[in-house]
Every structure is written in C-alpha cells, then in structure tokens.
C-alpha cells in the first residue's frame, strides 16, 4: 500500500483534512503523561537486549524510540498473529490478530527496561484506550507489552500495577501484556518512516509531536540524531 493511501486507510476524511492543515511543525504532542519513575527497576545486565512494544501507529512508535540515547535498533512489525497473514494490508483488516509492534534493541547499560517503559506511556500510547491510538481504529492498533524474559515480565506486570495506582491517569490501565510470539518485521517502505517522510501529514499531526515531547520530558535521554535500522 502506498503510503497516499495509507494515510487515507488511517483517517477519516475530517482527521485526513486536519492532516493536510497540519503541515507545519508539530511543538505538542496530543496526549502526554507524566508517568512516573518505575519502583522496580529493571536489573538487566550484559550485552544488548530486546524489547516489544505495540502503541498505536508504528511509525511513531519506532520514530520515538530512533531518538532514544542507547537504543540501537528499532523496526516496524507486526505481532500476535500468524505467518500467513502479516501483511500490512491483512494486518489493517483488523483480523489477522497482529498488533503493529516496534522491535526495540537497547544497551541497558545505557537505558532500562523499565526508562523505556516509562518513556512509552509518557510521550508514546495512552494505556487508558482499547484497540486505539489517536486517529486509528481496530485491535491492530491496540497497546500491548510483550516481555521476553521473566526479568521483563516482572518489571513490566510490576510498573502497570503501579501506573494504576499512580493517580496520572483517570481511567482505567487497559494496556496488555501479551505472550512473546513470533515477530515478522514490516515491509520496507514502513521501516525509518518518520525519517523518511518528516513532511507527510500524518507523521506531522502525530507523531512528529512525540517525538518533540520526548526531547522536552527526557533531555536526558534524548538523542537528536535518527538511529535507523
């Protein structure tokens, strides 16, 4: 699918035309929270380690995490589903089970675990909406955590708890945390979007304020440059 008409695929025809509007510089993201500092940090040590996160949209999501200082990988995907149907156009139906997912490599010499998580429920997904983020629609789009190691699952099932009792939100925690299946990685022209396209509308209206909340709440970790790949 081309991306003219990925953009129509993601929005209804009035959000489709605040897109086009929206083509100057994004300085706000829609939805920012100040989700809190995890009480169980993450204790992982050695070499590089991988993450997935489902939020929405994966563009933003991977254009968040690009900017992120010790991530040294992230890919668009697809997770939850089967072989036979990871496409992106089986994948919209809604269908097919995936969730669009980033893969995210990380030194955690350098960055948590647990500062990703925070980082993804500040500037990236609302864990208060099912099946949705922002403009789009369907389980595909759905906030999801997949832990692949039992230090994962216990700082992420440990930091949900704590976001429920945080007061930040004032809706119930809905985000999930899903088995780690296989991944399938997205087709190219899904792969260093943001990067890529920084004037399409859509990256403009969305996810160009992610990114831009991002260097506002996480100077620290916060790095300028794109990591593609």
């Not at 789009?136 to 700082?155: H, K, N």
């Amino acid at each position: 699918m081309t991306v003219t008409r990925r953009l129509s695929a993601r929005l209804s025809p009035l959000l489709a035309a605040a897109a086009l509007v929206a083509c100057a510089p994004a300085v706000a993201a829609d939805a920012t929270f100040d989700a809190p500092a995890a009480a169980r940090p993450a204790r992982e040590q050695g070499n590089l380690k991988t993450a997935y996160f489902a939020g929405g949209c994966f563009w933003g999501v991977e254009a968040v995490f690009s900017h992120v200082k010790g991530v040294t990988s992230a890919v668009s995907g697809y997770h939850g589903g089967n072989a036979a149907t990871a496409s992106y156009d089986r994948v919209s139906s809604g269908l097919s089970g995936h969730a669009e997912t980033v893969r995210v490599t990380y030194d955690p010499a350098q960055v948590r675990y647990d500062q990703l998580l925070r980082i993804f429920f500040s500037v990236v997904a609302d864990p208060t909406l099912t099946d949705r983020q922002g403009p789009d629609r369907g389980s595909q789009y759905r906030a999801a955590l997949i832990p692949v190691s039992t230090e994962q699952r216990e700082v992420a099932t440990a930091y949900l708890a704590q976001m429920r009792q945080s007061g930040v939100w004032n809706r119930p925690i809905v985000t999930r945390i899903e088995p780690a299946r296989q991944f399938f990685e997205a087709e190219g022209e899904h792969q260093d979007f943001a990067r890529r396209n920084p004037q399409h509308g859509y990256i403009q209206r969305w996810d160009a304020p992610k990114v831009a909340a991002l260097r506002s709440m996480f100077p620290d970790h916060y790095r300028a440059t794109f990591r593609s790949g």
